[in-house]
């Protein structure tokens, strides 16, 4: 089956520091990956999605993901940390083509920001 | 769009009552997703649906959980009888059945069994 794993559970930045994610996925066949945001006492939101169209993807609030197939990896990065980026960030997959779209995340990282 | 509602944003409940969760997914989407959220064990899917029919329910936890989507607007996740360990976060999520799309997702369900 396949599935996503975020190393790293709790992350902690200073505020200007480069925001560094982790995502590796478990797919013989690259799938689509997600990268979701989730605010205290709230759903989550899409970030930015691959979809095959290009590997270096751009999202909401300067957040980008570059998708790696030699590492199995989509990780995300953004160059300068802000206070409100401090949520919980989700990595979920896809798989590409056949008869499911079942959508599955990895367990979360914390994102911690310092002033 | 109001994009994907659920009801009731909270609900309290006694253990072994009966609980029905409540989602009207965003119009023309036509899968819908049902999560649980604990600090222990993440987000998982419970089930899906494409066009109204259940795909996989493998994540339902126990015969006590049960989902029904009568309508492409309206699905309900019902437990019963409801115990402590089902307090959890609920959410419902829709998207299109493609698998490029995102999910969006509604803001939950707060559940609490005591």
């Known amino acids: 089956a396949q599935s996503v794993t975020q190393l790293g559970s709790h992350v902690s930045v200073s505020e200007g520091a480069l925001v560094l994610l982790r995502c590796n996925y478990s797919?013989?066949?690259?799938?689509?990956l997600f990268w979701y945001v989730q605010y205290p006492n709230q759903g989550l939101q899409l970030l930015l999605k691959?979809?095959?169209?290009?590997?270096l993807v751009k999202g909401i609030n300067d957040f980008e993901a570059e998708f790696k197939k030699s590492e199995t990896s989509f990780h995300l990065t953004k160059p300068s940390a802000h206070m409100s980026d401090a949520a919980e960030y989700f990595c979920a997959v896809r798989p590409y083509g056949g008869a499911t779209n079942k959508l599955i995340f990895g367990t979360g990282t914390l994102l911690a920001v310092q002033p | 769009d109001a994009g994907v509602i659920q009801s009731p944003r909270h609900e309290v409940t006694e253990m072994g009552q009966e609980v029905t969760l409540r989602c009207k997914p965003i119009?023309?989407?036509?899968?819908l997703f049902w999560y649980r959220q604990t600090m222990m064990r993440g987000l998982e899917l419970l089930i899906y649906f494409n066009n109204n029919v259940p795909i996989d329910d493998s994540g339902m936890p126990e015969d006590r959980f049960s989902a029904k989507m009568p309508n492409a607007s309206f699905s309900t996740l019902k437990i019963q009888p409801s115990e402590p360990r089902d307090s959890a976060v609920y959410f419902c999520?829709?998207?299109?059945?493609?698998?490029?799309?995102?999910?969006?997702f509604g803001q939950g369900t707060r559940l609490t069994v005591v």
């Open positions: 119009s023309g989407h036509n899968s």
């Open positions: 797919s013989s066949v690259p799938p689509y």
């Open positions: 691959y979809t095959s169209a290009a590997t």
């Open positions: 999520a829709s998207s299109l059945y493609r698998g490029d799309t995102e999910a969006f």
